[in-house]
């Protein structure tokens, strides 16, 4: 077995050991019992992503795609007591269970969101050799809502891009909302195993002149503009 494989192979070994270890690093919020489905970011990724807010204190995000990270992140957002999250989602019932879940907690205050459905756009420049996908979120409701020029961290997890035909679904990513970032920010692309994460992070790399950190263990593909201490 060549060396990067074998190493690649125990890294996904030793994931339940961390994501474990991670689980009762999160604890320390106090937000009791969180559920988690298999769809969800996994647990140390999460770690990474409140140690992005609380040491690099990213207090404005951007995140695509609502659920767990959103709710550690506001957690991690009231900790460092003074920030705000948006949140993007295409589905509208899912956006209202996850806000629940922020009320239980008292943390609805650090999050605002936005439905936006999927619908066909014409507007979006895909590259040669990537197969296009029709649809993307529809943004024209909130144009006005997120502040131009102010998201220190954008978290990009949606939309949904396992199926057949929808590889590169999260690939529009940078250039729909490219707007809304600061001038210094840090852009993570979750799922970063599947190839058309990885084509759409490589890809978003050469619009920045700089190659992205592929984290095998967090799944993650990491952008960053500025000094940031990695976390």
């Excluded at 609805?108 to 590259?127: C, G, K, M, Y």
């Excluded at 799922?191 to 095998?216: C, F, M, N, S, Y």
Aim: glycine fraction near 6%; include cysteine; proline fraction near 4%.
């Amino acid at each position: 077995m060549r060396p990067k494989i074998f190493e690649r192979a125990t890294k996904r070994l030793l994931q339940p050991s961390r994501d474990a270890s991670a689980l009762q690093k999160l604890a320390g919020f106090g937000l009791g019992y969180v559920p988690w489905s298999a769809a969800a970011m996994r647990p140390e990724s999460v770690v990474m992503l409140a140690n992005e807010i609380l040491i690099n204190r990213r207090c404005s995000v951007l995140e695509l795609g609502s659920g767990v990270s959103t709710l550690f992140g506001a957690a991690a957002i009231a900790q460092l007591g003074d920030g705000h999250i948006d949140s993007v989602d295409q589905d509208e019932d899912w956006i209202k269970i996850v806000r629940q879940m922020l009320c239980d907690r008292n943390l609805e205050s650090f999050v605002t969101f936005h439905h936006a459905p999927l619908v066909n756009r014409q507007d979006i420049r895909w590259p040669s050799g990537m197969t296009a996908v029709g649809d993307y979120f529809d943004t024209s409701k909130i144009e006005q809502a997120i502040q131009e020029g102010s998201k220190s961290l954008i978290i990009v997890d949606a939309p949904t891009a396992y199926q057949v035909g929808r590889e590169y679904a999260r690939f529009p990513a940078f250039q729909v909302f490219r707007k809304y970032f600061a001038d210094e920010f840090t852009i993570i692309l979750d799922d970063i195993l599947r190839h058309g994460e990885r084509r759409a992070v490589e890809h978003w790399g050469k619009e920045l002149q700089q190659r992205p950190t592929i984290d095998l263990i967090r799944e993650m593909g990491i952008l960053t503009t500025g000094h940031r201490w990695v976390v």
